[in-house]
């Protein structure tokens, strides 16, 4: 398999914003499903979230994957 094909249109860096790092990525038909990592140190409970996005490997459109398929 040719590993520029694998996500097409999906770049890292159009779901990450230099704010988030992806955590989890996987790859089924034409989608890539992912989970980006928010840091939340700051608040109490949780350290970190991890939100679920998906992107058409076609279109290149990150949306929030409603579900939540990662």
């Known amino acids: 398999m040719d590993p520029t094909?694998?996500?097409s249109?999906?770049?890292?860096e159009c779901v990450e914003q230099n704010l988030y790092k992806?955590?989890?990525?996987?790859l089924q038909d034409?989608?890539?499903?992912a989970g980006i990592c928010r840091n939340t140190s700051v608040s109490?409970?949780?350290?970190?979230?991890?939100?679920p996005f998906i992107?058409?490997?076609?279109t290149g459109i990150w949306t929030l994957d409603t579900n939540v398929r990662v």
């Open 55 to 58: 992107c058409n490997r076609h």
């Open 44 to 51: 109490s409970g949780a350290l970190s979230t991890v939100i």
């Open 5 to 7: 094909t694998v996500v």
């Open 30 to 33: 034409d989608f890539v499903m």
């Open 9 to 12: 249109e999906c770049r890292s």
């Open 22 to 26: 992806i955590v989890r990525v996987h």
